[in-house]
């Protein structure tokens, strides 16, 4: 089993499932990346560590070599300008990279970690699933460009003969580095971000997200797509847990569209002068406006005896370890 984007959040969690369930786990790793704080040491030392990049094809065929199963999460979120090209370029090309090189080494089956954003935000606020098709909306971010594009490359892989399935995680929520990604929620919440919005997203568990990759290398399921969301929720609600958790004040301003554009700005500016990213951009501010839930399903139709957590217990648990070991 290799797993790409190891040293990531997703994908650190991956191989933690994977290790516990007794997987043999190769994992590609940048030389100059470090190897996930949050993830026990003891898991880690398990994996046996391949210096690569997806960007790299000569490294990702000799990590592939005597492979069967890829599951490949390594990716870069981010709603900020300055790391759109290379954000493209890293799951784009990246992507492509990991399925010219199963096609090549004889993979049999690949799991590829997408997002919710790849099928896209709907205008009319309906609640999308698997048959959903993608429409170019103002609501689609550059991230959720990149990913769809991604998700081409994997489907021409599987036409070309590889068995697979693409998971569409929601927002995902736990225990990582709060400075990165959608864990910066948590820091938002902790420093008393005072704006919310009355937006409404999905969001899942990192560990549930884990289970399901997991659970579908093991399956015969190919060329399916699944969402995994644990629940909806306002994003308000999610703030106002958060903030209850870390027994912090909750978000007391409604960043209303023309607020939020208010807001965004005001962040770029602080941003500007302290050198650390914004708190909140304009394609956060787009998402977080947003009324898009996402339907579950279909992954617990076809394994019933999978179980979400409850969000409330997500953010809890998370929330107790960001307030003893976060930044």
Same mark, same amino acid.
């Given at each position: 089993?290799?797993?790409?984007?190891?040293? +990531?959040?997703?994908?650190?969690?991956?191989?933690?499932?994977?290790?516990?369930?007794?997987?043999?786990?190769?994992?590609?790793?940048?030389?100059?990346?470090?190897?996930?704080?949050?993830?026990?040491?003891?898991?880690?030392?398990?994996?046996?560590?391949?210096?690569?990049?997806?960007?790299?094809?000569?490294?990702?065929?000799?990590?592939?070599?005597?492979?069967?199963?890829?599951? =490949? #999460?390594?990716?870069?979120? #981010?709603? =900020?300008?300055? &790391?759109?090209?290379?954000?493209?370029?890293?799951?784009?090309?990246?992507?492509?990279?990991?399925?010219?090189?199963?096609?090549?080494?004889?993979?049999?089956?690949?799991?590829?970690?997408?997002?919710?954003?790849?099928?896209?935000?709907?205008?009319?606020?309906?609640?999308?699933?698997?048959?959903?098709? *993608? &429409?170019?909306?103002?609501?689609?971010? =550059? $991230?959720?460009?990149? !990913?769809? !594009?991604? /998700?081409? &490359?994997?489907?021409?892989?599987?036409?070309?003969?590889?068995?697979?399935?693409?998971?569409?995680?929601?927002?995902?929520?736990?225990?990582?580095?709060?400075?990165?990604?959608?864990? +910066?929620?948590?820091?938002?919440? $902790?420093?008393?971000?005072?704006? $919310?919005?009355? +937006?409404?997203? +999905?969001?899942?568990?990192?560990?549930?997200?884990?289970?399901?990759?997991?659970?579908?290398?093991?399956?015969?399921?190919?060329?399916?797509?699944?969402?995994?969301?644990?629940?909806? *929720?306002?994003?308000?609600?999610?703030?106002?847990?958060?903030?209850?958790?870390?027994?912090?004040?909750?978000?007391?301003? /409604?960043?209303?569209?023309?607020?939020?554009?208010?807001?965004?700005?005001? &962040?770029?500016?602080?941003?500007?002068?302290?050198?650390?990213?914004?708190?909140?951009?304009? /394609?956060?501010?787009?998402?977080?406006?947003? =009324?898009?839930?996402?339907?579950?399903?279909?992954?617990?139709?076809?394994?019933?005896?999978?179980? $979400?957590?409850?969000?409330?217990?997500?953010?809890?648990? @998370?929330? @107790?370890?960001?307030?003893? /070991?976060?930044?």
């Amino acid at each position: 089993m290799l797993v790409t984007g190891g040293t +990531g959040f997703v994908g650190a969690y991956i191989i933690s499932e994977l290790v516990q369930q007794g997987f043999a786990v190769k994992a590609l790793k940048r030389s100059t990346a470090k190897l996930p704080r949050f993830i026990d040491p003891d898991i880690l030392q398990k994996v046996e560590w391949v210096d690569g990049d997806i960007l790299d094809i000569m490294s990702l065929e000799g990590a592939m070599q005597e492979t069967d199963i890829i599951i =490949h #999460s390594a990716a870069i979120v #981010s709603f =900020h300008k300055k &790391e759109r090209s290379k954000m493209y370029h890293v799951n784009i090309e990246g992507t492509k990279n990991v399925v010219n090189a199963a096609l090549e080494q004889g993979v049999k089956r690949i799991v590829y970690i997408s997002s919710v954003a790849a099928i896209g935000r709907k205008l009319s606020g309906n609640t999308v699933n698997e048959k959903a098709q *993608w &429409e170019d909306s103002r609501l689609n971010t =550059h $991230y959720a460009i990149s !990913k769809f !594009k991604a /998700e081409l &490359e994997v489907w021409r892989g599987m036409a070309e003969g590889l068995e697979g399935v693409i998971l569409n995680p929601a927002t995902v929520l736990g225990f990582g580095d709060w400075n990165q990604g959608s864990s +910066g929620l948590f820091k938002n919440a $902790y420093k008393e971000f005072k704006w $919310y919005t009355n +937006g409404v997203n +999905g969001f899942v568990d990192v560990e549930d997200l884990a289970r399901a990759a997991v659970l579908l290398t093991q399956s015969d399921i190919t060329e399916e797509r699944f969402i995994i969301c644990n629940d909806n *929720w306002p994003f308000r609600r999610l703030f106002d847990t958060m903030a209850d958790h870390f027994n912090k004040k909750r978000p007391s301003k /409604e960043a209303t569209p023309f607020l939020s554009e208010l807001a965004w700005r005001l &962040e770029k500016f602080k941003s500007f002068f302290s050198g650390k990213k914004p708190l909140l951009t304009r /394609e956060s501010a787009k998402v977080a406006n947003s =009324h898009t839930r996402f339907d579950n399903s279909k992954l617990l139709k076809a394994f019933p005896a999978f179980k $979400y957590t409850p969000l409330e217990q997500t953010i809890a648990r @998370a929330c @107790a370890r960001y307030s003893v /070991e976060g930044d």
